[in-house]
């Protein structure tokens, strides 16, 4: 039987009975994946001494993936200006709601998974981003995989332009020997402050050795399945989208990686890379998939 702890002001728990599947989601840091177990594997962890104000661990990136060059862009006409929460670069990063604080709507927990419902409301328009919207987050729990699905609708009056992403750190025993499976042959170019300049052809590997790779790099893949190789476990993620590309990036602390599955690409805002618009009254929705196999 899985059991769901929400004795937490802010923190609830997924676990099934032998404690070999766990979760834990923090609700004021944008309803993020903070520490995940799949069949006695540790997938996700506790990135201390690394702040999550800097690494934004498994957050869900919403109105935009990544960043906007200045924080400014324009849409049917007017020009917008997001607050710079990158201050080096100047560059407004990773959306809206990672420190958010979400609430639960619904729970269920059965002999084979323990699922969650979350749901963010923003009634009070930004001045980077003047619209309403609501965000419900559900996570899945199994033995051996987890399911993420993002939800968002428009409430306002007006059209909005989105990108969706998510930015979990998946933890190896061995970095060095781990590796990706992914389907690309275009690599997205950045600039010196990590703003898309354009894209290059690359030869498509089919293993993509991580080593002692410095990685903050994004790819467009032409499927939505990524596999990711440690010498402990083989984890699946997939996603539902159309628009499929990934951002890889190796922070500082030994034997972490973020591999991020986004539906767009950093100023695509302006470049309209993997750019939607959401109408009034009208939702997306997301699928992303972690799976032992």
Partial sequence: ???INTNFS?????ENANKSSYAKIHLNLGAS???LTLNKHTIIEDLSPLS??????SSILFPFANRIKDGIYSFEGNQYQFDVNEIGN???LHGLVFNKTFKIKEQNATDTFASVTLIYVEKNESKGFPYTYTIHLKYTLTE???DLKVLVTNTDTKPFPFTLGWHPYFSSSDLFNSTLNFDSDTQLVFDDKCITTGTKTIENEPIFEIKDKKLDDCFILNNNQIQFNTPNYKLQI???SNENFLQIYTPPKANVIAIEPTTGV???FNNNMGLQILEPDNSYLVNWTLKLI
Wanted: zero cysteines; proline letters at 0%; hydrophobic letters at 30%.
């Fill in 10 to 14: 802010d923190i609830i728990e997924l």
């Fill in 1 to 3: 039987m899985y059991t």
């Fill in 52 to 57: 999550y104000s800097n690494t934004y661990a």
């Fill in 144 to 146: 051996t995989g987890l």
């Fill in 33 to 35: 994946l903070q520490e």
């Fill in 238 to 240: 997939a996603s539902s």
């Fill in 90 to 92: 100047n560059n407004a």
């Fill in 266 to 268: 950093s100023d695509s």
